[in-house]
């Protein structure tokens, strides 16, 4: 056994000791100093204390600790070689909780203090007792997980310079450049941008990268009632209120654009745009349906229905939803386990659930995870 490994094993106390020499005195020390997890801590069920207004903080790590690329990310020690203070590193912060969830024999909350005073060194403005929006602190954390990757910063030196800064101006922005960190290999796709020329049908094609979609849940001020019907505004053409500049006809006409998913990610997330802050902050109580397994072959490029490659369909594993009004409200998430039970997770209370609660929520970020990897 190399040090490296045996460092992994007593950073990881809960996991199971296997010594390849049979010597019986080893064994007894291996006896006594070992346990097995509770049932709880093999699924990673517990809840985070409030630590006040917290809660828009569990709910997003509720999601990131189940979500099976990143847990295998952690469990396998992917973050065990990093540089930094783990007191600065919010990718260090998220591994402590790993530990703490998958090995500790405490069914109480865990009380996420290291990862909040890193996250306010990082952000100041999430300091405070004020809510903040789980949305913001999804995007917030899964770009530090990028920025924090053992990987990207053992590679920067052989990687193309970046800003000085290190970080204004991302590589891993430009979908040119692929970024190999969890973060990306996670959540990572495509999103294909089309402007037509109204008058002589000329396209322009632009290619982002995107991280999660963010879909109005309304048109023309009636709600939409499904995730499909979101997914279908999101993605059809759409007359531009603008005059645009035609290279090709040399014209100022009309352009329609349109979306479309050019890559799926392994893992998508999606945010029903509950809240609008248009002077005043308003929230958005209609009810969306949201299916358990989720078809995205329409709106990917190549409309992949042949069916049997499985590969566009998605499954419901985790829902944050939000209660009570836009200033004073909380965030709870669902989340199923490794076994398709449905848990709820609101602060430090973990509880059993059906799919019908799942499906009866407000939901405000769905997290979908790819059926069958490709
Ligand atoms: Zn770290
Ligand atoms: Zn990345
Ligand atoms: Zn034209």
Known sequence: MNLKAGGMLSAYPGMPVHDLEHNSKKEQLIKKYSRIPTYKATRGLKGFINMGSTCFMSSI??????????????LSGSHLDCPRDPKDCISCCVGEIFKDFYSSTSTSGYGPSSMLSAA????????????QDAHEFWQFLIHQLHKNDTKRLHDRESTPALDSDGDKKDLASNPLFKCDCITHRTFA?????????????????????MLDLSLEIRERNESLKTLDECLQKFTKPEKLDILFSCPRCAKKTGVTKQLQIRKLPPTLCIQLKRFEHVNVSTKLEAHVDIPLIL????????????????????????????????????????????DGMWFKFDDSHVVRVSEKDVLASQAYLLFYIIHEMP
């Open 189 to 209: 796709g495509e999103l294909q941008s089309t402007l037509t020329c109204a008058d002589c049908g000329n396209k322009h094609v632009t290619i982002d990268p």
């Open 61 to 74: 790590l509720q999601a990131i600790v189940h979500n099976p690329f990143i847990r295998d990310y952690y």
């Open 120 to 131: 306010w060194k990082v952000r100041k403005s999430l300091a405070g007792y004020s809510e």
């Open 295 to 338: 078809d995205m072959s329409k709106y990917t490029l190549d409309g992949r229905r042949n069916g049997d490659s499985g590969s566009d369909l998605y499954e419901l594993y985790a829902v944050v939803y939000h209660i009570g009004n836009v200033n004073t409200g909380h965030y709870i998430s669902l989340v199923k386990d490794r």
